[in-house]
């Protein structure tokens, strides 16, 4: 079936250190690939997206490159602040319904 | 901007009890969505509409009813509550999808309901 797989977490990181959250996914068909973000007490926000093989999503300075042939979307960033630490999503759209298969979350925890 | 709303942000049941969770968007989104979402568990659908008066059951549908009467409105029903329902509940909306969107879902500030 179709599923998201993301590295566990909690991760914890210094100030302006270098961000990589792993997502990998199997799908029966052709997905369009989401990320999206959680702050504390709130409800989950998109941070990116990508339709196609080779898309890269970007937004704040996070990245993610649709990887067709290893069936990932990487979650990058390359200097990370306090205000990024939240819960991340990773999901997959496949279906006509549009409904999202999401990942488990990674709680990222920045220190300054 | 008001987006997906949601009421109560917080509810505490007793087993047996039934209520409503509330959920209303203002941008004309044909699709809503329900999730739960449990700790370390990322986010499970519940029940789905593509417009009023469809809906669909989703992953988790057991214990849980939908209307959808508007194109504005999606209430969750929970008729006998148990404690495995105990959970913070996510209403979405995004808009008319096709196989492969690439449409966001808008998400509401969620409902912590703890069952007791």
């Known amino acids: 079936g179709n599923s998201v797989t993301q590295m566990e977490g909690p991760v914890t990181l210094s100030e302006e250190a270098f961000l990589t959250i792993n997502c990998t996914y199997t799908?029966?068909?052709?997905?369009?690939l989401f990320w999206y973000v959680q702050y504390p007490g709130e409800g989950l926000q998109l941070l990116l997206k990508?339709?196609?093989?080779?898309d890269k999503g970007s937004n704040k300075g996070f990245e993610a490159t649709y990887r067709k042939e290893t069936t990932s979307f990487h979650l990058e960033k390359g200097s990370v602040q306090v205000s990024d630490s939240a819960v991340y999503f990773c999901?997959?759209?496949?279906?006509?319904?549009?409904?999202?298969?999401f990942g488990k979350g990674t709680k990222l925890s920045v220190k300054p | 901007n008001a987006g997906v709303t949601q009421t109560p942000k917080f509810r505490i049941l007793k087993i047996g009890q039934s209520m409503t969770l509330q959920c209303t968007q203002d941008?004309?989104?044909?699709?809503m969505y329900w999730y739960r979402q449990d700790p370390g568990m990322g986010l499970k659908l519940i029940y789905y509409?593509?417009?009023?008066?469809?809906?669909d059951k989703g992953e988790v549908p057991n214990g849980y009813n939908v209307s959808r009467s508007t194109t504005e409105d999606f209430p969750l029903r929970l008729e006998l509550a148990a404690p495995s329902q105990t959970s913070v509940y996510f209403c979405a909306s995004s808009y008319s999808q096709g196989a492969g969107s690439n449409q966001p879902q808008h998400f509401g500030d969620g409902t912590r309901l703890s069952i007791l």
């Open positions: 941008m004309n989104h044909n699709y």
């Open positions: 509409s593509v417009g009023a008066g469809i809906t």
């Open positions: 990508a339709t196609k093989a080779d």
């Open positions: 799908a029966t068909g052709y997905p369009s």
């Open positions: 999901a997959l759209n496949l279906g006509s319904q549009g409904n999202l298969i």
